[in-house]
Structures are given as C-alpha cells and as structure tokens.
C-alpha cells in the first residue's frame, strides 16, 4: 500500500497503524509528538488502533522546547 509521510512516498503492509509508520520513519521516541492524516488530528491514544488506509497522506509533527 502506499502512503505519504511529511510530503515523501513510502510503502507499507496492508495492516500497518500509526505506531507501525513512526517506526518507519525511525521516530521510536514519541514524546512531543502528533500525527495527522488527511488533514486530521489523531489522538495519540487512538495510533494503535487507526490503520492506515492506501494513499493516506500522514503528517508527523515534533515539538520542539526551547525558550
């Protein structure tokens, strides 16, 4: 199945959620962390259970602290 991952292609397994995808991008620490696909804010207690869809367009977001 193919997806996008802030704006790059990536293929994945027909059963992959959201946890499955940070592993991909090689996001282990998910701290400080949202994702939105399509447009749409997923809670973090919902990454375990959404599975990602072909032609999913995912966007990871990191916060940055500083001061």
């Known amino acids: 199945m193919d997806i996008t991952i802030n704006n790059k292609p990536y ?3 027909d059963d992959s959620n959201l946890i499955d995808v940070l592993e991909k991008v090689q ?3 998910q701290f400080g ?3 939105a696909v399509n ?3 997923v809670p973090k207690t919902e990454w375990e259970k959404y599975i ?3 032609r999913d367009t995912i966007l990871v977001i990191n916060a940055i602290f500083g001061g």
């Open 39 to 41: 447009n749409t804010v």
């Open 52 to 54: 990602v869809k072909d």
């Open 27 to 29: 996001l282990t620490d």
């Open 11 to 13: 293929t994945t397994d």
């Open 33 to 35: 962390v949202a994702i």
